[in-house]
């Protein structure tokens, strides 16, 4: 969000009628200027500069529609800088198409690049992928704004027309707007998005940032509670004993209870699946906006994380879920591990508007952003009728700092110890993310696979907030 102290665009004003009516208003006169994109990228959040470090391993284009494939290639061909078109990889979600660079490219020959792809008739527009430790992102077409309450409808309107960007959609519920570039050549997307953060019309601006985010777990191959020693650790995977969260000394004070909803956003959820299917509340697929929250083709990580938070459990089939009695709602944000700003912030937001009372997050990473802390902050205060959600991610497995949104004060942050009771890391780039940041750890991991904290901790919460115990006594015969 913007502060006192931010540096503001101070530009000259000037009177201006508005195109559908007669209203007298002032609007800001300085106009993205259409050039090549500089060296050094960077977007807006929580009044800091982001820098946005260049990909030297590939780049996105959008092809303009209908430009066959044989086409496409030969311009491809044409760039010396680009690998075979034929290690492409196509987002369809996004119409975008990602092509891998050539080795030991800089990155001056990555943006030569790009300038050379937005010079051709048959592309939309090119943009570099902005690569982290934990995520890679691309500028498309759209960035996300909330204007100042205080502009009007004709101020906004005439401030989109002098440049030259149209209204994709408006969230009545929260104020904010996706907006669309109409020439969203030489990175202007990234350059208007910053124009407007930088005017005193908005409070946020942000690019709608495509973004490929690694799940923060993989599905484990064992099916059975004898084998989830994350849950009760006799040393069955040679690890320490005891070296676990004591779910079955949990289950005596609560097996949780049917009136808590655990929204599981991720990648979506297996709907007929045996062990979940009497557990599910209605979801949605916030990728296509639409009420089926399924996978697509093998993707089983959101289905996973479903199973092990609240898996029909004592039913003498499958795995045994840490919250027996709780409710899962699915939530689908991601596609082959893609999404956008604008996808997860919805999925966020749907949750808690719809009545989530834990939102579980197994994914993170890339930087900062005010769209989706915007949202995280919308759910802290309203979720649960205003008692708030309780909001979880995982903090990362990059073996380093905690990834966002995992830092964010409103939320639990979840770091994973494995087997013998310390923290998870095998390699020097894989492991549990550490950090002031960090809430709690919990077990999760041994060897080379990471079942994932969060998940479960996610479940615990909803467990202890239910305080009427069960019946006793009772065994588990998954």
């Keep these: 969000m913007k502060t ?47 820098p946005l470090p260049v990909s030297k391993e590939m780049l996105a284009v959008r092809f303009k529609p209908g ?17 075979s078109f034929f290690e492409r990889e ?19 020959d990555a ?43 004709a101020e906004i309107r005439a401030f989109n027309v002098l440049n030259n960007v149209e209204i994709v959609e408006k969230a009545e519920s929260t104020g904010w707007y996706t907006l669309r570039v109409k020439e969203p050549r030489n990175m202007n997307t990234l350059k208007t998005a910053n124009l407007y953060y930088e005017d005193r019309i908005t409070l946020y601006s942000v690019p709608n940032f495509v973004m490929r985010l690694e799940p923060m777990s993989v599905t484990p191959d064992d099916t059975y509670f004898e084998e989830q020693w994350a849950l009760n650790n006799t040393g069955q995977t040679g690890g320490t004993p005891n070296a676990d969260m004591d779910a079955p000394a949990g289950w005596q004070i609560t097996t949780g209870s049917c009136e808590i909803i655990i929204a599981i956003i991720d990648s979506g959820v297996e709907l007929i699946h045996a062990d979940l299917i009497t557990k599910l509340v209605d979801g949605r697929d916030c990728i296509y906006d639409d009420n089926d929250p399924s996978p697509v083709s093998d993707d089983a990580h959101g289905t996973a994380c479903a199973g092990l938070a609240a898996a029909d459990t004592n039913n003498a ?54 769209k989706i802390h915007s949202a995280i902050i919308h759910a802290k205060n309203n979720g649960r009728d205003g008692k708030g959600c309780v909001i979880v991610f995982a903090s990362g497995n990059g073996n380093g700092p905690v990834s966002y949104p995992a830092k964010y004060d409103e939320v639990i942050a979840v770091g994973a110890t494995d087997h013998n009771d310390v923290r998870w ?24 696979v990471d079942f994932c904290a969060l998940r479960r901790l996610a479940s615990i919460w909803a467990s202890v907030a239910m305080r009427k115990p069960p019946d006793l006594p009772f065994t588990i015969d998954d």
């Design 317 to 370: 089939t499958g795995v045994a879920g840490v919250c027996w009695n709780c409710k899962i709602m699915p939530v689908r944000v991601f596609e082959n591990n893609w999404t956008n700003y604008d996808i997860l912030s919805k999925g966020i937001k749907w949750a808690a508007d719809n009545g989530a009372d834990v939102l579980s997050n197994s994914w993170g990473g890339g930087p900062s952003n005010d």
């Design 90 to 108: 196509e987002l369809s979600i996004f119409k975008l198409t990602l092509l891998p660079l050539r080795e030991q490219v800089t990155k001056e």
């Design 111 to 153: 943006i030569q690049t790009i300038n050379s792809l937005n010079t051709k008739l048959e592309v939309e527009f090119a943009s570099a992928v902005f690569h982290f430790p934990d995520a890679e992102l691309i500028v498309t077409d759209e960035f996300l704004v909330k204007f100042d309450p205080s502009v009007s409808e």
């Design 425 to 448: 890391a095998i390699f020097e780039d894989w492991g549990s993310n550490y950090g002031s940041e960090l809430d709690v750890v919990a077990p999760s991991a041994w060897g080379p």
């Design 67 to 83: 430009v066959p494939l044989e086409q496409q290639r030969t311009i491809v061909e044409s760039e010396p800088s680009l690998a």
């Design 4 to 50: 006192e102290g931010k540096k503001r665009h101070l530009s000259p004003l000037f009177i201006c009628v508005s195109i559908s009516c007669s209203v007298i208003f002032t609007v800001n006169t300085k106009l993205v200027t259409a050039g090549s994109p500089g060296p050094n990228f960077f977007y807006y959040s929580s009044g800091r500069k982001i």
